[in-house]
């Protein structure tokens, strides 16, 4: 995912620093290029080594090392990094990169950087909250660097409170979601469903199906990497939320229909990937139904029609469906296209190898009114991603017709 990307993580004297390597580690997993800079107080908690040993790159402490590369190597790194992450980074570093001041490598080369600039605080709580380092973070973000809040918890020092460094798959969604992908979708306002709803039969028991989320969870997460304002209405899942992302939790059938008629109406596209059920008990018991001898049957009504209700507004949204059958899956789906008025349909058949519910995979046909284009088989976020380069495909093709 960052093959081709230049992170620099910059480490300063703090006891997170040692997390640092999972972060470093888990960037060049996604096969990202990573350089290292350390102030000598961080090499107290942390040795040099193991970042170069974590990289394949040196780990830069002296601003006057002599081994280096011809270029100038604070400007040199600096030219080529696509974000630089400060992590952990102390009050006293802090307070130098709000001033100005640079007198080691660290601050000599956040100081020549030109691209996307994150800070990640981590002390003791007391200095976190002492003005003089509030006015310094107040004073980096008026500069147009994103200074990250700490998390709360018990502390190195034995204090309970604000000032604990995130953790290093947080950072590493930071990093992602400013490097990760094109920002071809920003100014996008994207409504996503996902997983499945529960209709409630008693107390206890409820009717609902075999989704997982995973699909929905993985579009959500395209089109926030690619720059869109999403908002995500799940039903019950056992994912994650996906951050940077507006989550919102329902229930049942008629909790997403609010939700999602409500979110349409500030939406430029709506892509429903939620298995919502199709009908619900007639009556719900407001106790717990006891067994009996006897054979018993629950009596079922329709739920409302979600995506037909979307297909039916004035200036809607760009409507993408998904249509997963057992069996005369284009047919099908061809007239749920036509039938609900959808600009897109992803059909899919439960039968076939690496499609369905609970997989990290998906085999897709693509139908339009003018196009049917089937893929093979790949992971659910490829498939996101082919979904979105389509929809942005129509939506251009559509606003060049009206002009």
Excluded at 293 to 317: C, Y
């Amino acid at each position: 995912m960052l093959k081709g990307k230049n992170v620099l993580l910059g480490v300063t004297g703090s006891i997170a620093a040692y997390k640092i390597a999972t972060l470093a580690s888990s960037l060049k997993k996604l096969e990202c290029n990573v350089d290292v800079m350390m102030t000598q107080n961080a090499t107290n908690f942390i040795n040099p080594i193991t970042f170069e040993s974590l990289t394949g790159n040196k780990c830069v402490v002296d601003t006057f090392d002599r081994n280096f590369q011809f270029q100038v190597e604070h400007v040199s790194l600096a030219k080529k990094a696509d974000i630089v992450m400060i992590a952990p980074a102390s009050a006293n570093v802090i307070g130098k990169l709000a001033s100005g001041i640079a007198d080691d490598m660290l601050t000599t080369t956040f100081m020549a950087c030109t691209c996307k600039k994150i800070v990640v605080p981590a002390m003791n709580t007391n200095m976190y909250y002492n003005p003089i380092l509030q006015d310094n973070i107040a004073k980096l973000r008026r500069f147009g660097i994103e200074v990250l809040e700490p998390a709360s918890g018990y502390l190195a020092c034995g204090d309970t409170g604000a000032g604990k460094m995130p953790e290093p798959s947080e950072l590493l969604e930071y990093i992602l979601r400013d490097i990760a992908l094109t920002k071809d979708m920003k100014g996008y306002r994207v409504c996503i469903t996902a997983g499945p709803t529960q209709e409630a039969i008693d107390p206890v028991r409820y009717i609902s199906n075999h989704s997982t989320g995973k699909m929905g969870y993985a579009l959500a997460k395209n089109a926030m990497l690619r720059g869109a304002e999403v908002t995500l209405i799940a039903g019950p899942t056992n994912l994650p939320d996906v951050p940077f992302v507006k989550m919102v939790h329902i229930t049942s059938a008629q909790d997403m229909y609010e939700a999602v008629t409500e979110a349409a109406k500030e939406s430029d596209i709506v892509v429903k990937a939620a298995a919502v059920a199709d009908y619900r008990p007639s009556s719900v018991s407001d106790e717990k139904i006891k067994k009996s001898d006897g054979e018993m049957s629950i009596a079922l009504e329709r739920t409302k029609d979600i995506i037909g209700t979307l297909g039916a507004m004035e200036n809607k949204p760009f409507l993408c469906g998904f249509s997963m059958e057992t069996q005369n899956v284009l047919e099908n789906s061809r007239k749920k296209l036509e039938k609900k008025n959808l600009d897109m349909v992803i059909a899919n058949n439960l039968k076939v190898d690496g499609a369905g519910f609970g997989t990290d995979t998906n085999v897709i046909t693509m139908i339009t009114k003018t196009d049917c284009t089937e893929f093979p088989k790949m992971s659910k976020f490829e498939v996101a991603g082919c979904i979105f380069d389509a929809i942005i495909k129509n939506m251009k093709a559509r606003r060049t017709d009206e002009k």
